[in-house]
């Protein structure tokens, strides 16, 4: 067992360290990371012992015609007495003549650093690959001006990529850092030498739980994203949540309800471009097994003139496999805050 946890830390390690040579095309960001913290890095899938699906819907710029829209699937899961957990999605992302469809398969490999009856420290190593079929439609462009880049028809290609992540997280706090674009593809739709070459994306998150009442909580998270050349952009996350059972105060875990609202905000640092891009109120509500949230964000860059803002809406499904984890001889409860 030790020799196997020696190869996974070696495993990881590695990947996050000969990456520094390699250039790779940037597949689609999306910001649906609100509201699964999987999406930026691998290393939270599994990290509960709890079968989790999540749907959602993000509807861009009310107000302008065919805006773009982003629809997603997503499953997380931890198999059963293991430290391995497995998880997913798949999406389609609808952006003018650009459509782009794919998938995304992550696991992950879970630490126990410390861990009492109380409070445990993990710390989660997660490692992804991804596909994505790119559909760019020229068909419907003007010719009455000649461009000798449009052919005025479909293309295609098929990207493949990778990500990895690291996660430091007890019961209520956790820290991580993740990197986009592993592997040296490039999306043979963008000419070369027409297009800036692709850097890695550096994720880093934090995020913290205060108890300030029976039953009430205040949830931060900022996470911060960088290609430490041109990109650079902030965002925070504040939310408020009642627990409305008795399931809270329980050392035996059960289905928590949840009424909760907050705010999303996000900042560029570009350089020479120092703005606030949207702010973002949200509400959602958890029933038992059951959960929905719905976002609405306020541009506020020059194209607030434009639109009426951008609707997301999520629905989730929580699937508990059992009320304790046993790790390192501790029954530790098995709870874990979501983002």
Do not use: C
């Amino acid at each position: 067992m030790k020799s196997n946890k020696v190869y996974i830390l070696l495993f990881f390690a590695i990947v996050l360290i000969i990456t520094k040579n390699i250039k790779a095309q940037s597949l689609p960001i999306h910001e649906q990371y609100v509201f699964d913290y999987s999406l930026e890095n691998p290393s939270f899938i599994g990290l509960t012992d709890a079968t989790i699906i999540k749907l959602s819907h993000r509807q861009q710029w009310f107000g302008v015609k065919d805006p773009p829209n982003t629809t997603f699937a997503l499953a997380r899961h931890r198999f059963k007495d293991t430290n391995l957990g497995l998880g997913g999605y798949i999406y389609s992302d609808q952006n003018g003549p650009n459509s782009r469809y794919g998938i995304q398969v992550s696991g992950s490999y879970h630490l126990m650093l410390k861990s009492n009856r109380t409070r445990k420290h993990i710390l989660s190593f997660g490692l992804s690959f991804k596909t994505q079929y790119h559909l760019l439609d020229e068909s419907n462009f003007e010719r009455d001006i000649y461009d000798p880049i449009i052919k005025y028809g479909k293309e295609y290609s098929i990207i493949f990529n990778s990500n990895a992540g690291i996660l430091y997280s007890t019961t209520r706090f956790f820290a991580g850092y993740s990197i986009d674009n592993l592997l040296p593809f490039s999306d043979k739709l963008y000419k070369s030498k027409n297009e800036p070459k692709p850097n890695f994306l550096h994720n880093f998150h934090l995020g913290k739980v205060w108890e300030i009442l029976d039953f009430n909580q205040i949830r931060v998270s900022l996470s911060y994203k960088s290609d430490f050349k041109i990109q650079h952009q902030v965002e925070g996350n504040l939310r408020y949540y009642y627990l409305y059972n008795q399931s809270a105060k329980s050392k035996h875990v059960r289905y928590q309800n949840e009424i909760w609202g907050g705010v999303n905000f996000k900042q560029t640092l570009d350089r020479g471009n120092l703005s606030p891009l949207s702010v973002a109120p949200v509400i959602g509500y958890t029933h038992t097994k059951y959960s929905i949230a719905l976002l609405y964000e306020i541009t506020l860059s020059p194209l607030q003139k434009y639109n009426y803002g951008t609707m997301q809406i999520l629905l989730a499904f929580k699937l508990i496999h059992t009320d304790w984890k046993y790790w390192n001889d501790f029954k530790v409860p098995n709870f874990y805050y979501d983002f």
